[in-house]
C-alpha cells in the first residue's frame, strides 16, 4: 500500500510503502525503463545488483525487486529512513541558527564512512555522495542510499572516466575530465563533513563554471573556531586536490582522533580497520617511549658530563671524581693531583743579559717591534716595521706588520698603504717609513 511519495529524482521516484500482513514501511523505489535508452536500462539493472551484494547497517537495505510490464516499470523495495536525509537535519539547524555539535558531527563522520568502506570492499564506486543520498533512521543511524549511478571497477581497471554526480560535491579530477577512483567518493564526503560544520557547501558559484574553477584550486572558507583542530584538520586532509594524497576510507577510520571519538560514542569501528588502528597506536607508543629514553639519556649526559667516562674521570683542571667502593668494600681513595707546571720566570727590566753556554759571550737581547692595538672602530692599513738583527741594531731586512685597524692613525711610524707587487711573498718592501 502506497502512503505518499517521498522523493523524486532523475532516475525515478521514491514511495513510502506500508506492508499490509505486518504494517511494515517501506521505501519503494520507481524506474521507468520504457523511455530510457540502453544505457540508461542497465545502470537501473545495476542499481539492483549493487544493493542486493551489500550487508552493511549503514547502507540501504535491499530487499526485493520486480518488473511490472504493463507500466514498463522498474521497483526495488528498499529500507525506510524514519527521519529523512541529512539535508533535511541540516536545514533544521540552518533555520534554527543553530550550530551542529561536534560530538555528532563526528557521530556522523565515523557512519559514512563505515558505509562507505563497505561499499568500496566490494569495489563498487558510489559516484553520488551528498547529503540527499544520506539517510537516517529511527535512532539518527546514518544510511548511506541512491545507488543509481554506482559503478562497479574490474580486476582489470581501478579507474572510471564517465563525469556524473552533484556539481557541489565533484572532485577536481572529475572536473579536469581525468581518471578517478574511489578516492573521488572521498572527497565528496570531505564536502559533506564540512557542510555538517558550516551548513553550506564548500565551493558554491553561481554558474557551473565558475563552480568548476573553483573546485579545481581547492580554496574554501576554514571551519569555525568553535571546532577542534583535529576536525579542520580531518577535514584539510580529505579535500586534499591531490587524490594520491588524500587517504581512503581505511585511512579515515584509523585516524587517531576518529579511534579516539568512535571508543567515546561507543562506535565499533570495523574489525580490519579496527586491528589497523591498535597497530597504528602500538606503533605511536613504542616511539614515544624511545623519544622519552633518549630525551632523559641526553638530560644524564648534559647533567653530569664528566662522569660518564667511569670511576676516577677528571672534572676540571686539578680536581678528581671520587672512586666508587666496590659493593661492601671502603672507598677507594682518590688518585694523587699531578702538579701544576710552571712556566720559566721572565727576566725583569734592566736585568744583565744570560750568558751563553758557548765561550760565555753575553746572548744580545733582541727588541721587540712595537704592536698597535687594533680598535673597533678602525680600517685595514699597513704598518711598515723593521725587525732588528741579532746583535740589537737595525737589520737590512724588513718585515711587515699587519694589524686590523679601524679609522684614524696609530701612534708610531706612519702608516702606508702597500700595493699587489709589495704583498707577494718573498718580494722585499721597499717603501720607507
Not at 671524581?321 to 721572565?346: C, S
Request: charged content about 25%.
Amino acid at each position: 500500500m502506497l502512503k505518499g511519495q517521498l522523493g523524486k529524482g532523475s532516475y525515478g521516484v521514491v514511495w513510502k510503502a506500508v506492508r499490509k500482513a505486518d504494517g511494515k514501511a517501506y521505501a519503494l523505489k520507481q524506474v521507468n525503463i520504457r523511455g530510457m535508452r540502453r544505457a540508461e536500462q542497465e545502470e537501473a539493472v545495476q542499481e539492483v545488483k549493487v544493493l542486493a551484494s551489500m550487508s552493511s547497517k549503514h547502507v540501504t537495505r535491499y530487499y526485493d525487486s520486480f518488473l511490472d510490464e504493463a507500466s514498463g516499470s522498474l521497483y526495488m523495495v528498499m529500507e525506510y529512513a524514519e527521519k529523512g536525509n541529512l539535508h533535511e537535519r541540516l536545514q533544521r539547524y540552518k533555520k534554527d541558527r543553530e550550530q551542529c555539535p561536534e560530538a555528532v558531527v563526528m557521530r556522523y563522520l565515523i557512519q559514512m564512512a563505515m558505509g562507505l568502506h563497505h561499499i568500496h570492499s566490494k569495489n563498487v564506486l558510489h559516484r553520488d555522495v551528498k547529503s540527499l543520498n544520506i539517510f537516517l533512521g529511527a535512532d539518527d543511524e546514518i544510511k548511506i542510499g541512491d545507488l543509481g549511478v554506482a559503478r562497479v571497477l574490474s580486476a582489470q581497471s581501478n579507474f572510471a572516466r564517465t563525469m556524473v554526480g552533484t556539481p557541489y560535491y565533484l572532485s577536481p579530477e572529475l572536473c579536469e575530465n581525468r581518471p578517478y577512483n574511489h578516492k573521488s567518493d572521498v572527497w565528496a564526503l570531505g564536502c559533506v563533513l564540512y557542510e555538517c560544520c558550516t551548513l553550506r557547501h564548500p565551493f558554491d558559484a553561481n554558474s557551473q563554471g565558475a563552480l568548476i574553477l573553483k573546485i579545481i584550486r581547492g580554496k574554501y572558507s576554514p571551519l569555525s573556531t568553535t571546532y577542534s583542530r583535529h576536525l579542520k584538520s580531518l577535514v584539510d586532509l580529505m579535500l586534499v586536490k591531490d587524490f594520491r594524497k588524500r587517504p581512503d576510507t581505511r585511512g579515515i577510520l584509523t585516524h587517531p582522533y576518529v579511534v579516539e571519538m568512535a571508543e567515546k560514542l561507543g562506535i565499533e569501528l570495523p574489525a580490519d580497520c579496527a586491528a589497523e588502528a591498535a597497530a597504528k597506536a602500538a606503533n605511536r607508543e613504542r616511539r614515544r617511549v624511545e623519544r622519552e629514553r633518549l630525551a632523559a639519556g641526553s638530560e644524564g649526559a648534559a647533567a653530569s658530563p664528566a662522569v660518564a667516562g667511569g670511576a676516577g674521570a677528571r672534572l676540571g683542571p686539578g680536581v678528581n671524581a671520587m672512586r666508587v667502593a666496590p659493593p661492601g668494600g671502603p672507598a677507594a681513595p682518590p688518585p694523587a693531583a699531578a702538579p701544576p707546571q710552571r712556566k720559566p720566570p721572565v727576566p725583569a727590566m734592566g736585568a744583565a743579559p744570560p750568558v751563553s753556554a758557548r765561550g760565555g759571550r753575553p746572548v744580545p737581547r733582541v727588541k721587540e717591534s712595537p704592536r698597535v692595538r687594533p680598535r673597533p672602530d678602525e680600517g685595514r692599513i699597513v704598518v711598515n716595521e723593521r725587525i732588528p738583527s741579532a746583535r740589537g741594531g737595525q737589520g737590512a731586512s724588513g718585515q711587515d706588520v699587519v694589524e686590523r685597524l679601524a679609522h684614524g692613525t696609530p701612534a708610531g711610524p706612519r702608516p702606508v698603504r702597500r700595493g699587489w707587487w709589495q704583498s707577494r711573498p718573498g718580494r722585499r718592501c721597499t717603501t720607507q717609513t
